[in-house]
Each structure stands twice: as C-alpha cells, then as structure tokens.
C-alpha cells in the first residue's frame, strides 16, 4: 500500500503468470537397425491515478503486448522488397549462386530478378493461372516456372529465352533433378512426369490413386518417392520407369501427404501428413522404420493439426516436423524420441523448414509473416526476420547461406541478410 498526498489509500496490486508446459508423444512401430514443476513469473503492475484522487484506475489488460505487436508489425528487416506482383506470391527460388530469384505468384506472373536491388532480367511470359512453382537446374543454367493450370515453361537464365514447354493436367508440384537437365512433375490425375530438358524426351510415372502431391528424389538421383492424396508413398526408378517398393495400407499415412523430403545420403525418406503424424521410412526397401505422432504438440484441447514441413538436420541424427499448431518438432533418430520442440513465438503454423548444410540450425517460415532461426540442439530461438504483413507462403535459402528470400499473402517477395 502507499498513501498519496492528499492522504488516499492506494493498493498496488501484482499479476501472477503461469508458463504452460506443452506435451508431446510419438508412436513406436520398429527401431532403427543401426542405431520441473511449473514456475510463477510475478510481474508488478504499477498505479496510476488520475481525476479524482480516490478513483483507482488500472492499466488495460495487454495495451504493453498490444504495443509489442504493433512494433513488430512495423518492424522490416528485410534488405529488399520486391511488389512487382499483385497477387500473394506463392513460389520464390533462388539460383545456386544466390545471385538470382525467381517468384511466381496469383497474378499469373513470374520474374527471374536480382535480390540486392530487384533488377529485372525477364518477365516469364505465357501462363494463363497462378503461377505456383519455380526453380533453377541444378547449375543455375535454366529455370521453369509452372501454373495451377498445368502450363510449364523452362528458361534459358543467360539470355531469357524460352527453351522448352509443356501442357499437361492440373499441376500438384514441379522439380528438378539435383544433377542433370531434368525436370519431374505430379498432377492431379496421379500421374508423375519426367523430362530432359531442353529435347523433351518424357517418361511417366502413372498410379491413379489420387493426386501425386509432393516428391523426393533419392539414392544420389536413381529414384524417387512420390507421395499421394491417399497416404501411400510409391518409389520408381527413374532410370526404368518402374515401380518398386510402396508403402501403402495401414502402414501408410492415414491421410494426404503433403511434404517429403531424403536424407543426405538418400537411404531415409520422411514424410508429413494431414493426419498429424511424420513417418521416417527406409529409401531402399521402403519399410515404414517410426511413425512420429505430432498430434499432442498443439495447446490442451485443439484438434490435430497438419505437419506441412520436414527436413533431416545435416549435422545431427535428427528429424524435423513443422505443423500448423506452430510447433517445430525435433525427434532423435537413433532412439526415435522427441528430443526438443519449440513453439513458433507467434504460434503461427509453420509452412516452411530449411536445414542448414552448414550448423545445426534451421530455418522456420509461419503463418504469422515471421521466418525464425532455431538452434536444434537447445531448441532456443536464435533470430527472427520481420517485414511480411501476411502469411509467408514459401521461402528459399541461398546456397551460402548469406541470404534467405520469401514470398507472401501480402503480394510481396523479400530478401533478408543472414549473416546481418
């Protein structure tokens, strides 16, 4: 208590906090063959008494989290903001060299332009619906740019001009391969596609289960998992256009898969589901090895949420699933535990994971607008970069790490420095 000068009585109250602890579990289906109490913050909330000198009047309840949120709002990090398109930027890609980006977005429209000042070097011309895929080859030489509509068109980088097209059913994904001119593909119908590029010679992939919805190519470019609206997961040759092992039945995901990505080494795939779960499977005989259950990452009493991001750590023996309860998730493969998990400071659902190739780091994207940095080991949060006013639907790491580049809801591709 404490008496004004007029002699009024004034109570000073405190506010009591309390952290929540938050959960997590896994499901066990076979082992790898090779290998407290709650704390009370206190926090003094001070008095401030105006007009009549006995009226008590108390600060509003989060007016100080409401400023935070405001300046974080205002805060941009980023070195360059490319608006050139006006729709959400849906895809962005950045050359090998780090030098280049390209960004398709709504509007119908690509770009290939330079992330230190937004220099255009060409307009990607001729899509006719959002422009939802982009990449370079793997020597930076062509890039492609794709449409919902099933319109791909690959890039000569030098000189801007168009080498090769192709039209195939509504498109669920593009990418190339890591280490020739070749380019695959997925619909909607299931079908997958492969082709040289720029001579166009096309072998396909065809499995009509549902649509083909993501890819990861393995065992150093021999083959590839692709993974389907029905949970199963099918590995080809590439080289023979010939189905090997799959992983379907109760041993699959239970619903739409909607990320995968190989280790390293290209013996382990990992995938993510709607149904809440990452499954960890073998490359080679295409075993379901863990099943990683997210589902209780989320706050007490929300439903489950979809993992829409996974990466393998290239310096430790870890797994990482992102989900949009806004959880990164860190599971020990050895022991296929769940050694950390760290909630997104914004408890944004997380859209996107990079690894570093460098240290044990990786890179988060939300739903929040915000890209954090997070120490695997600890599980602390290192950094943030702020400058999206919407939700960052893709993001692209350079290959040096010296810079990362993001597209947004907010009609808007930015370039943030790393090492900054």
Same mark, same amino acid.
């Given at each position: 208590?404490?008496?004004?000068?007029?002699?009024?009585?004034?109570?000073?109250?405190?506010?009591?906090?309390?952290?929540?602890?938050?959960?997590?579990?896994?499901?066990?289906?076979?082992?790898?063959?090779?290998?407290?109490?709650?704390?009370?913050?206190?926090?003094?909330?001070?008095?401030?008494?105006?007009?009549?000198?006995?009226?008590?009047?108390?600060?509003?309840?989060?007016?100080?989290?409401?400023?935070?949120?405001?300046?974080?709002?205002?805060?941009?990090?980023?070195?360059?903001?490319?608006?050139?398109?006006?729709?959400?930027?849906?895809?962005?890609?950045?050359?090998?060299?780090?030098?280049?980006?390209?960004?398709?977005?709504?509007?119908?429209?690509?770009?290939?332009?330079?992330?230190?000042?937004?220099?255009?070097?060409?307009?990607?011309?001729?899509?006719?619906?959002?422009?939802?895929?982009?990449?370079?080859?793997?020597?930076?030489?062509?890039?492609?740019?794709?449409?919902?509509?099933?319109?791909?068109?690959?890039?000569?980088?030098?000189?801007?001009?168009?080498?090769?097209?192709?039209?195939?059913?509504?498109?669920?994904?593009?990418?190339?391969?890591?280490?020739?001119?070749?380019?695959?593909?997925?619909?909607?119908?299931?079908? %997958?596609?492969?082709?040289?590029?720029?001579? %166009?010679?096309?072998?396909?992939?065809?499995?009509?289960?549902?649509?083909?919805?993501?890819?990861?190519?393995?065992?150093? %470019?021999?083959?590839?998992?692709?993974?389907?609206?029905?949970?199963?997961?099918?590995?080809?040759?590439?080289?023979?256009?010939?189905?090997?092992?799959?992983?379907?039945?109760?041993?699959?995901?239970?619903?739409?898969?909607?990320?995968?990505?190989?280790?390293?080494?290209?013996?382990?795939?990992?995938?993510?589901?709607?149904?809440?779960?990452?499954?960890?499977?073998?490359?080679?005989?295409?075993?379901?090895?863990?099943?990683?259950?997210?589902?209780?990452?989320?706050?007490?009493?929300?439903?489950?949420?979809?993992?829409?991001?996974?990466?393998?750590?290239?310096?430790?023996?870890?797994?990482?699933?992102?989900?949009?309860?806004?959880?990164?998730?860190?599971?020990?493969?050895?022991?296929?535990?769940?050694?950390?998990?760290?909630?997104?400071?914004?408890?944004? %659902?997380?859209?996107?994971?990079?690894?570093?190739?460098?240290?044990?780091?990786?890179?988060?994207?939300?739903?929040?607008?915000?890209?954090?940095?997070?120490?695997?080991?600890?599980?602390?949060?290192?950094?943030?970069?702020?400058?999206?006013?919407?939700?960052?639907?893709?993001?692209?790491?350079?290959?040096?790490?010296?810079?990362?580049?993001?597209?947004?809801?907010?009609?808007?591709?930015?370039?943030?420095?790393?090492?900054?």
């Amino acid at each position: 208590v404490a008496m004004n000068p007029a002699g009024a009585v004034s109570f000073v109250p405190t506010c009591r906090m309390e952290e929540d602890e938050i959960g997590g579990d896994i499901v066990y289906e076979e082992v790898l063959e090779d290998g407290e109490g709650d704390e009370d913050d206190l926090q003094d909330c001070s008095d401030n008494i105006t007009g009549d000198e006995n009226e008590l009047q108390m600060p509003e309840e989060g007016a100080e989290d409401g400023d935070e949120d405001e300046d974080r709002m205002m805060q941009d990090d980023s070195l360059y903001c490319f608006r050139q398109h006006t729709g959400a930027v849906f895809s962005v890609a950045m050359n090998p060299a780090g030098a280049l980006v390209c960004s398709g977005g709504e509007d119908d429209r690509a770009y290939v332009w330079k992330p230190e000042d937004g220099t255009i070097l060409f307009e990607c011309k001729g899509h006719k619906d959002s422009v939802t895929s982009t990449g370079f080859s793997f020597d930076g030489k062509y890039v492609s740019t794709a449409d919902m509509a099933g319109t791909i068109q690959v890039w000569d980088v030098p000189t801007g001009e168009l080498k090769w097209s192709f039209e195939c059913g509504d498109l669920e994904w593009t990418q190339w391969h890591p280490q020739a001119h070749v380019l695959l593909a997925g619909t909607a119908d299931g079908t %997958g596609w492969m082709w040289k590029v720029p001579s %166009g010679d096309c072998k396909t992939f065809e499995r009509h289960h549902g649509r083909n919805t993501c890819v990861a190519i393995l065992s150093q %470019g021999r083959c590839a998992a692709f993974g389907y609206e029905d949970g199963a997961v099918q590995f080809w040759d590439l080289k023979e256009a010939r189905a090997i092992p799959e992983v379907s039945g109760y041993l699959a995901h239970t619903s739409c898969i909607t990320c995968m990505v190989g280790n390293s080494d290209g013996n382990l795939l990992l995938t993510g589901s709607e149904d809440a779960t990452a499954k960890l499977t073998s490359g080679g005989t295409g075993k379901v090895l863990a099943t990683f259950d997210t589902s209780k990452q989320g706050a007490s009493g929300e439903e489950q949420m979809s993992v829409e991001a996974v990466a393998f750590s290239t310096s430790l023996a870890v797994a990482l699933t992102g989900s949009l309860s806004g959880v990164l998730g860190v599971w020990d493969l050895s022991t296929q535990k769940l050694r950390q998990q760290c909630r997104t400071p914004e408890e944004g %659902g997380i859209v996107c994971i990079q690894s570093s190739d460098s240290s044990p780091v990786v890179y988060v994207a939300d739903l929040c607008g915000v890209v954090s940095l997070y120490d695997v080991r600890s599980g602390s949060c290192e950094r943030q970069w702020f400058g999206h006013t919407e939700e960052v639907l893709d993001m692209a790491v350079s290959k040096n790490e010296t810079q990362l580049v993001t597209g947004s809801n907010d009609m808007t591709a930015r370039v943030y420095s790393i090492n900054r």
